[in-house]
C-alpha cells in the first residue's frame, strides 16, 4: 500500500511538471508574439506619420499589440 500511493505521489508529480513544462512554452510564445506586435506597431505608426499607412492600419496593429 505504502508503494502504491508512492507511485500515486511519483505519478502526479511527473504530470504537474509536464503541465508546468507546457505553460512556460505557452508563456515564451505569447511573449514572442508581444514583442512582434510592438515592434509592428512602432512601424506601423512611424510609416502613419510620413503618410505611408491609413489610420485603419494604426488601430489594426494596436488591437493585435492589445490582444497580445
Not at 505608426?45 to 493585435?64: H, N, Q
Amino acid at each position: 500500500e505504502k508503494e502504491s500511493k508512492r507511485r500515486a505521489v511519483l505519478e502526479e508529480t511527473k504530470a504537474l511538471l509536464a503541465d508546468l513544462e507546457e505553460a512556460e512554452k505557452r508563456i515564451e510564445a505569447r511573449r514572442s508574439q508581444m514583442v512582434s506586435a510592438e515592434k509592428t506597431k512602432v512601424l506601423i505608426e512611424a510609416r502613419y506619420e510620413e503618410g505611408l499607412s491609413t489610420y485603419m492600419e494604426v488601430l489594426d496593429a494596436e488591437a493585435v499589440w492589445l490582444d497580445a
